[in-house]
C-alpha cells in the first residue's frame, strides 16, 4: 500500500489544515439545567439577582445591636434579651445562613454566649458587620457568572439552581453522520455470525457511542457499498449534517473510492497521514461539512477517530478541550515506532507497567480488548526501550 | 466549630475506615451492549466463537496455491488463470478481510500481479500461510475477552458486537439516596426566589448529578426538618438502598443531629475529618448500608463528595477506581493551608497559570462557579508559594 499511497501528511500539519476549516456551530437550544451537564453556553450567564439577597448569619449565634454589648467580656458580661424583634438590649437567635433582621449590626457567636432563661449573657464584644455576609457579597446582581463557551459541570448546575435560574441556552449537539462503506459489510441488525468473507459493521457503533461520549449526536447511516454513485448518493444525503464520518474505502485497493468522491464533492484536504496505525486517513470539506474518511480496520479506525475526530468534533460542538487521562508507568517491553510517523502503541496495563502487545496489527480485534491504553510516539522518537517510564493515554 | 468539634481523624484514614466496611454490590442486569459504555462486567466474558471464523486474507490480491507459483519473479513471471474456484494454475481474486478459498494456501499481493485478460502474470512467489489469517488467530473461542470487572469502554462494546454478542451482564447500578436536612431548606421545585433565611436545596441536585456520572443511580428525597425523629425515619426508609447520603447537618449546632441519629440506628465510623474545607464530614455504616453525612455549604460538600463520595459509591458499585484529570501549572498567587488538614484550595485556571481563589469560604457559591478545580495541599505541607509549580486536579 505505502509503494502506491506515497502522499503523508504529518499528524500535526494534517490537524492544522483540518482543523482550520471546521467552523463551530451557532445553532443553540433551551433545555432545562439538569439536562446540561456536559453541555456548553452559547452565551455569558448574567446573576439574575444578588446572593445572598438578604443580610445572612455567618454563624450560629445571636443577632444584636454591637452598640449595646460594647465592652463586653467574660470577666464583665453583658446581659441581651433573647426576643423576636431586635431593639435596644434585645438579641435575635441566628442560626448559620439565617437572615439578619435590618435592625441588628452584628452576629454574636453561640459560643461567646450563656443562655440564662429567656436572657443571654454576653461574654465578647463584637464590630458592626461581624459575621453578618452582606446582600450580594458572594454574586451580585448581573454580575457575569459563567462565560460563553464555559463547559457545564455537575456544580455550575447547582450554581445555576441557586440563583433561580431553571432553563438555559446551550449549543445544539453537533449531528455527526456516519457512513459505514464496504461491500463486504454486514449490519449488526441482520446477523451474529456473518457468512465466511463477510464482517460485521461494528465501526458504526463504535464510532457512535464515541461521538455520544463527545458531545456529538450520532446519526447511524445504511451500508454502503463500494460504489462510487452510492457513497456520493450518501454523502449528498448527510450534508445537512454537521460533521460526516466516513467509515472503510481509503486505502489504495481498487474500488477504495471514498476521498476520491470527497474530492469530487468538495475538497479533499489530506489522504494519508503520518499516522501508525491510521495512515490511509482522509480529510476534506464539502458545503462547509468536515468529512473525516478514517480507515475500516478497527484498531486504525479508532487511533483515526481519537486522533482526528475527537478533537475535529469538539471544535464542531464549540466542546472545550479537556487533557487527556494518562497514567505514568514503565515499559515492561521494547516498543519501536515507525519513522515518520506518530505510532499508538497499544499497550496492556499491569500493576503499574506497561506491557506493548505485540500482535498489534490494525486488524486485531483481540487488541483492542486488551490495550488499556496507547503510547503515543511522536514521529522524531525512534520508540522506547523496557524500563523506560511513559505516559499511557488511557482509552477512554 | 473547632473548640466544640474535638474530633478529627486523618483523611487518610477516614477513608481507610469508611471503605473497609462498605461491599461491593453483587446485584446484576441484563442489558443490551450499546447501554453498557461505562459499566461493569460482573462475569467474564468468553469469545462465542472464533475471530476469525474463516481463513481471511489480509491483503488485497490474489488466493493462490503456493505450490504453483514457486520461483515465481519479475524476471521469471508465472501465468495463472483467474477463476472462482481454486484448482492447480488458478487463482482467486480477493480483497482485504475476504474468504480463502479452503484449497489456497497463500495470498499473493496484488502489487506482485499484472492483470493480461483473463490471467494474471504473477512476478513473486510466497510461502504458504502468506497473507493468510488462520481462525481464531485473533481470538479463539472460549478465550477470556474480559474479565469480570472490566469497565466497558466504546471500543469494548465494538468487540463485543463483533464476537455476536448482543447483550451482557453488568453489575447494577448502585441506589444511592441523597437525605437533605435543614430547616430553611426549600426545594427547587418550589420556589425560584427563596424567602430572606430561607436556602435552595440546591445540594441535592449537585449530588445526584455527581451521583450520576460515577456510575449511580441517585434517588432523590424530601427535605427532612433538623428533627432526631424525622431524621431516622427518613434514613429507615431508605436502608434498601446501597448508600446513603445525607446532606446538613454535621456541624456541632444546636440542631445538628445527623451524626447522632447515624450512632442510634448503627455505627459513626468518623465525625470531623482533616479536610479543609469539610471538616464537619461524618461517615457511618447502617446495615450494611454506608452513610455519608456531608456538610451543607455547598462548597465543603463538593469537597466532601469528591473526597470521600466518589471513591465509597464507586467501590459499592464496582465501578473500579481511574485517575483525576489533571493540568500542572504555575501558581499566581501563594496558597496557605492549615496545617493538620487535607486542604483543597479551589483556583482560576488562566492560560498556564492557577490563582487562589481570595475569598473561599465554605459557603461561598461563586468560589464553584469561578473555580477550575483544586490543588490539593497534604497535612504535612504548609502551603505553596506564588511561581510553584502545582497539579491542579480539575473539577469534574
Redesign the interface.
Known sequence: MD??MKERTSVGKAKEIFFEVIQPLERTEILEI?DC?GRVLSTSVLAP?N?P??R?S?M?GFAVRSVDIIGASSTNPVMLQVSDEIEEGASVRV?????VPDEADAVLM??DTISIGDMIEVRAQVHPGKNV?DVGE??RKN?I??NKGHLL???????L??L?I?EITVYAKPVVAIIPTG??LIS?KDS??PP??K??D??S??IG??V??WGGEPRYCDIVPEDRELIKEAVNLNLDADFIVISGGT?V???DYVPDVVASLGKKLVHGVGLSPGKPTALGIIDDVPVLCMPGY?AAG?VALFAFGKPAIQKAGNIPA??D???KVRLSGKINSREGYVSYARVILEDSTARPLMTA?A????S??KSGGFVIIPENVEGYEEGNEVEVV???
Open positions: 509503494r502506491i439538569q451537564v439577582r446572593v439577597h438578604y445572612r455567618a450560629d442560626s448559620t445562613g439565617a437572615y453561640l459560643e455576609g458572594d454574586v454580575e457568572i459563567f459541570r455537575s456544580c455550575d448546575i447547582a450554581v439552581a441557586s433561580g431553571s461491500n463486504d449488526l451474529e455470525l465466511a468473507g464482517t460485521l461494528i465501526n457503533l463504535m457511542l464515541y455520544t461520549k486505502s485497493g481498487e474500488k478497527p479508532l479537556m487533557p487521562l494518562t497514567v496489527g486488524g486485531i480485534l483481540s483492542i480488548a488511557l482509552i477512554e
